[in-house]
């Protein structure tokens, strides 16, 4: 086990030159940024002095294996609009999509299980074709609309929860203050709902089709039957036997979820005017701010190259076939 | 299930009773909703209007500039210009301190202008990439304690007004910051000082002089246009910025706001772009001719574009100048198809068999200004109309757009807008103050306005100047590079809690605005 985790940490190196060298090509093909960081009045000289101390009039190879260069000695650069550690950035805005995220991911697999297992259950009936529907539903409506339509139902029609905002909870907490951390934390949950079920309402339709197909897939096998046969409860079959199989794509699924969850979120804080690393990201698009957008993509990679491995790494652990 | 959805039902309920009540704004707080993040607080960083509307309140300038365009003293209690309009001397207030409780003397007047020039610091704001340039910046330097001389390398018309734009603050301080901490810990000179910054989320002030209304403000950044309004709707915000046309009836239908609606100082136009790779373009060679221009000018009904399009009533630009600094003997072009195709038949640009005269490009944003997309379409419908075939080709702003127009490779024809101010009618003209500015997007090099500047500059009297000025803008009204449009209306959504009234130049002072 340990030979396969140095293995993926080491590709995971590759993954990473890879996926900054993309993104920096990607932004760069955007043209010149320098334009977007001068008056718009400003004299060609200022442009030509911005261009140099930005570093933008440096050859493209030079530019990017400098900054290679610095990330190996752990520099990430200065964000070119926050004149701040890009990394310190990236790392502050973090906390609060790892939020979003993760209430969105527990919001989605807590009701798509119990959905989907219902509508497996009782296939062909009212409930099943209400709860395919709602799935159906939930895929096909765009979670910025959704958004909207929960802030003036909910925010500002019935009063319910906070129209935009939020409230910290991860951030005082990896900080150390504990005790305004768990102060804000009902307000953190309170400031979530909105946002979070913005965020998860597909995860949620899409789990509950996989669970239920999943569900339906185990409960037509030979040793549900079996056990049926040696006249355990249904509820036993279901919980011990069906269930138990049935999780298998569903664990899988929790992980890219994760991923999945994290790309989708930068419509939505724009909406919520959630102050999270979506939204900082697609600021540094627009403003062609390179180093935050790389360091993002260096956080991400990251996060998602762990996943993949702890998913992996429960997958053997559930399922006996799976070798390492 | 049952114990599940149970403790469920618990936890929820005990989450619900725990939430304060909605976070309404306290009796002396005002709450500003503004669209765009703010990234700095170092004063020769600041760049973006929303990032300077707040930096306003925390450093104070030498003099401000009303909301009608007047000079009035701040820092500063008087000014004097030396004979050959090089340098200028202020006299300083007395007892002025940086919110350390530093003592604010002359020289830290001099360190704040000079701060900005250093290359060390490879600043890139307003302060050192527009006004420096544009004033020919030279150095400054502290006469005595109250007494600060401003040295530029040259005479300049428009100096006084933006050297009012230029932040002050404590030599002391500043000298021992990192970028980082100027960046984030400002200590200003203004009315008010920097309480607390949370990254993309909001901005706290608090009252520093006891003659600023609002004991604090709190600048939320909230960039979605429809949550804006539903957090003004809400009671949560006092004031929001930029409200969509198609918000206005929603908030003047609610009983706690109202939108104010201002015409702004930017200028809109559709630049018709006379360089030399235009020439031999389709419609490119069309628009060298005077004639051509000018008939398209008849072509468009500008107030139905305001009315319809941005839901605001106009009056059509008569030149590149802000009223009330405009000609006033200069008329709104009226929309006169008739007089267009008149004009066209007679410039050599007859209707062919199909109807159409010639086709040209309209290059132009998409998602910049207000409603800018429709426009350029209804523009283009327009000239359509009398025979010009007009392909729109909308672009991605930053990426594409602004190095197009920056290169001053836009066109044959490109929507644009640039701002202006109600301070100097010069200030709206230096736009193109020589054929190779950089801001001279157009190209234009009729010298019947660029030889016109050595004569104002020398000019004896200020009506010698104006008079002038007036006959350079009946040159750009008749024979111009830009088919004129408007100035863009800014959208203000204001809270009956407070009494604000919105300026025309985009800036929002809250100093003297109360909580009713």
């Known amino acids: ?324 | 299930m049952n114990k599940l959805g149970l403790l469920a039902s618990v936890a929820a309920s005990g989450l619900l009773l725990a939430m304060p009540a909605m976070a309404q704004p306290a009796a002396d707080t005002i709450v500003v909703g503004l669209s765009a993040d703010v990234t700095t607080f170092d004063p020769d960083n600041i760049a973006s209007r929303d990032n300077a509307n707040i930096a306003r309140h925390i450093f104070g300038t030498l003099y401000t500039v009303s909301a009608e365009g007047k000079f009035e003293p701040s820092l500063a209690e008087s000014l004097e210009v030396s004979e050959d309009g090089k340098t200028y001397t202020y006299t300083m207030k007395e007892g002025l301190t940086c919110h350390d409780g530093e003592p604010l003397t002359a020289e830290d007047v001099a360190y704040s202008f000079n701060r900005g020039k250093d290359p060390a610091g490879n600043f890139t704001g307003n302060t050192p990439g527009f006004i420096y340039s544009s004033i020919a910046f030279d150095k400054a330097e502290a006469v005595d304690d109250r007494h600060v001389k401003i040295m530029l390398g040259d005479k300049n018309l428009i100096a006084e007004g933006l050297l009012a734009e230029v932040y002050i603050h404590c030599k002391d301080s500043y000298e021992k910051m990192s970028p980082d901490q100027a960046a984030t810990s400002p200590i200003g000179s203004g009315a008010y000082k920097l309480a607390s910054w949370a990254k993309g989320s909001e901005v706290v002030l608090e009252r520093v002089d006891p003659s600023a209304k609002a004991a604090r403000i709190v600048w939320r950044i909230i960039p979605e246009a429809s949550t804006r309004t539903a957090e003004l709707i809400g009671g949560n915000v006092d004031l929001i910025t930029n409200v969509a046309p198609d918000q206005l009836d929603a908030i003047n239908a609610s009983k706690v706001a109202k939108v104010q609606a201002i015409q702004g100082t930017r200028r809109m136009y559709v630049g018709f772009n006379m360089g030399e790779q235009f020439k031999t373009q389709p419609g490119g060679d069309a628009i060298q001719d005077p004639k051509v221009r000018r008939a398209m000018q008849y072509a468009i009904d500008v107030p139905a574009i305001c009315k319809q399009l941005l839901n605001f009533e106009c009056e059509r630009a008569t030149g590149l100048v802000n009223p009330p600094n405009d000609n006033k003997a200069l008329k709104p072009y009226p929309y006169d198809p008739e007089m267009a195709e008149k004009l066209l038949d007679e410039a050599g640009w007859p209707r062919k068999d199909g109807g159409e005269r010639f086709s040209i490009k309209l290059q132009g944003p998409r998602g910049r200004y207000l409603n800018d997309q429709n426009v350029i379409l209804a523009i283009a419908q327009y000239l359509g109309d009398i025979g010009i075939n007009v392909e729109p080709e909308l672009m991605e702003w930053s990426s594409v757009y602004v190095p197009l127009i920056r290169e001053r490779n836009a066109g044959p024809m490109f929507f644009l807008g640039t701002g202006g101010a109600k301070w100097s009618a010069l200030y709206d003209m230096s736009d193109l103050s020589e054929v190779d500015a950089g801001t001279n997007y157009t190209r234009w090099s009729d010298p019947r306005w660029f030889d016109r500047w050595e004569d104002i500059k020398n000019a004896a009297t200020e009506e010698d100047r104006r008079k002038i000025i007036d006959e350079m803008l009946t040159v750009f009204y008749e024979d111009g590079p830009w088919l004129l449009l408007y100035f863009q209306p800014d959208f203000y959504g204001v809270s009956n809690r407070i009494d604000f009234v919105a300026r025309p130049d985009e800036e929002i002072f809250l100093h003297d605005v109360a909580v009713k």
């Open chain 1, 1 to 324: 086990m340990w030979t396969f985790i140095a293995r993926r940490l080491l590709q995971s190196i590759v993954v990473l030159l890879g996926v900054t060298l993309i993104s920096f090509i990607a932004l760069q093909i955007g043209g010149d940024p320098t334009y977007l960081f001068v008056s718009e009045r400003a004299s060609q000289q200022e442009i030509e002095m911005v261009r140099h101390a930005l570093g933008f009039d440096r050859p493209l190879y030079v530019q990017y294996l400098s900054y290679i260069g610095q990330v190996v000695r752990g520099d990430f650069g200065n964000s070119l609009s926050y004149r701040q550690p890009a990394m310190g950035l990236v790392l502050g805005a973090l906390p609060a999509t790892i939020e979003l995220t993760v209430f969105a991911l527990v919001f989605a697999m807590a009701l798509a299980v119990p959905f989907g297992v219902f509508a497996a259950l009782n296939r062909g009936t009212a409930l099943d074709g209400g709860i395919i529907t709602l799935a159906m539903f939930g895929q096909s409506v765009p979670n910025f609309w959704l958004g909207i339509m929960m802030i003036l139902f909910f925010g500002l029609y019935l009063h319910w929860f906070p129209i935009s905002g939020h409230v910290p909870f991860l951030q005082p907490l990896l900080q150390g203050d504990f005790v305004t951390a768990f102060k804000n934390l009902p307000r953190t949950l309170y400031y979530l709902v909105m946002p979070g079920i913005a965020v998860g309402f597909y995860s949620l339709s899409r789990n509950a089709r996989l669970v239920r197909s999943s569900m339906l897939e185990v409960l037509n096998q030979d040793y549900v039957r079996t056990a049926r046969s040696k006249g355990l409860t249904e509820r036993a079959v279901v919980v011990h036997h069906a269930l138990r199989n049935a999780w298998l794509p569903v664990i899988t699924m929790v992980g890219l979820e994760f991923g999945f969850l994290l790309g989708g979120v930068v419509v939505i804080e724009t909406v919520f005017s959630y102050p999270g690393l979506g939204r900082l990201v697609f600021n540094a698009v627009n403003q062609r701010d390179i180093p935050v957008v790389q360091s993002a993509v260096i956080v991400l990679a990251v996060i998602f190259v762990l996943l993949n491995l702890l998913v992996d790494l429960i997958y053997a652990k559930v399922d006996p076939r799976v070798k390492l």
